[in-house]
């Protein structure tokens, strides 16, 4: 069984190449700088890996790995428009690079893009692929507009947070994971599992995001610290400490929110602190873990194949940026 | 053989029901929205038309000629936030409607919903189907960023805008023949000859839309008069009249597109009446109406079955809408 890291670097080969031809030049340069500015190409990671998990990784699980790795491109493009976000990963995001008309295109060049890859594979997988495929897709739309509409909403719970993350995050996860599975041949049932596998860890991962936002080391992390709480986004910290702030507390919290207050992220991060939002976030993140490695454990294939999967789902939760 | 209001008809039933959950509420009204102004259907009618040349019409070609009018709808939703149009057909347009966030959104759903239908299909088709409906689709967007490129570039070529105009609006007729003449299972040689065919009267569909852009009936038209001379478009009139122009006359066009002028659309027009573009419009459309009507014809079957077509052709030239 290959490692997380072998399996990255050799999709990343594939990844590497120019996938568009030449012109419409602005267009194609700005789909194919989208896919150069990286990322840890988790999700198709997950899908080589799971085809691994079965029988020997096939030429279909790079394509649909590849699409997998595009269609997510494509997300992060239309999101960052709107959310009006300049900068991805240190870099220019590509409505800032090249116009906020041809980053929407090129998102759309880009979804259907990962369309041309999955048509790739061997038809007899092409119904099932294209079902999961699309109707995660579907939902990865539908967790977008969730998150949009609860920038206006207040008292949301808990549970409807969970369920927008697992939408607009979760689910790719869990569909790269389930490809991989069926491109390396595996039943039904072994697919639910890693299905819910990739679910519960992209929720565990989104519990990580939100916790390194505000937690995470200035020098690790990449980002600037306390981006969530600067422009007031709702995050699993945010609503846990709405949930058991005292009277006073909530008013400031909300205070922050409305009026501009120098050293917000200082004052915000130690009410969080003082609610004790920050070890309810560790031992969060832990529940989810444990709820996905459960689930990997259900997988009817040899413990010692189950391994680099594993070391995986512990890596993600120990990064720090 | 079914003439095209009946098929247009048939497949109306087949649109105007709900294709999409109800939530979230917002993204799914949207879409549905768009897909409710309507139009022509003209699109999943040639699927329809050129399916029933070979076979009667099977439920694979109401699923395909669905695909390719969601499509359609999606490109639509997304070229208005482009051109930042606030209507169309006498509606608000999706962004203007919704915000364009989610309109960004519910164009992206709209395509996710077009392979959900195509996914429908007999197996045994899926795969050519998906090669042409997805190179369509990356044709369409690269047709839209030439639109766009065109917008800041001067001295272009006809042939250049046709080949644009062939991507962006041709292409889908094409492919829309094609498909349908597929799943009635035609050989390659009329399967290609049908593309030509709606290649061209795609085209020459184009060079009405600009005519009555500017020369259409008022009373008719349904839009305003003058509006491709307002913003400045370049039309097959424009390229035409710069063409032909005197010195003096490409000034005076060339100085309109710069300053805001008092009757602007009248003097255009005045100009370009001067110039004989209305006349050399209506002998281009004819010529590319023949071009068409030449491949129908070579397509092998017998000539009564193809008259639904040929009438489709004219129908579509002698719009004034």
């Keep these: 069984m290959k490692s997380f890291t072998e399996v990255s670097s050799l999709f990343e080969e594939k990844c590497n190449r120019r996938h568009f031809p030449d012109e419409p030049a602005k267009l194609y340069q700005a789909a194919q700088y989208m896919l150069g500015i990286g990322g840890k190409r988790i999700r198709p990671a997950c899908v080589l890996m799971t085809n691994e998990l079965f029988a020997p990784i096939n030429e279909d699980s790079y394509h649909v790995a590849m699409a997998v790795e595009l269609f997510h491109n494509f997300t992060l493009v239309h999101d960052d428009i709107m959310d009006k976000a300049p900068i991805r990963r240190g870099l220019q995001t590509v ?19 990962a369309y041309d890859y999955l048509m790739r594979i061997n038809p007899a997988y092409l119904q099932p692929v294209l079902r999961i495929f699309t109707k995660t897709a579907k939902e990865v739309c539908e967790g977008q507009q969730l998150d949009m509409d609860f920038e206006e909403k207040t008292g949301i719970r808990m ?74 986004k709702k ?17 400031q919290l909300l205070a922050f929110t409305k009026n501009e207050e120098p050293n917000k992220v200082e004052k915000v991060t130690a009410i969080y602190k003082m609610c004790g939002v920050d070890a309810w976030a560790t031992s969060l993140k832990k529940k989810y873990l444990e ?20 070391k995986m789902a512990l890596y993600l939760m120990q990064r720090e940026s």
């Design 95 to 113: 409505h800032a690079k090249f116009g906020e008309s041809t980053a929407i295109l090129a998102g759309d060049v880009l979804f259907a893009q």
């Design 235 to 251: 995050t699993f910290l945010w609503l846990h400490a709405m949930e058991v702030a005292t009277h006073t507390q909530k008013e």
């Design 291 to 310: 709820k996905a490695l459960f689930h990997l454990d259900e997988v009817a294939v040899q413990k010692v194949h189950k391994q680099e999967l594993h």
């Design 159 to 232: 549970e409807e947070y969970v369920q927008m993350i697992t939408l607009k995050t979760s689910v790719l996860l869990a569909a790269s994971m389930q490809l991989g599975a069926i491109l390396g041949g595996a039943g039904a049932g072994n697919q639910d599992q890693l299905y819910e596998f990739g679910k519960y860890l992209g929720i565990a991962f989104q519990v990580q995001d939100d916790y390194l936002d505000t937690f995470g080391d200035p020098e690790k992390f990449g980002k600037q610290i306390g981006g969530d709480i600067l422009c007031n």
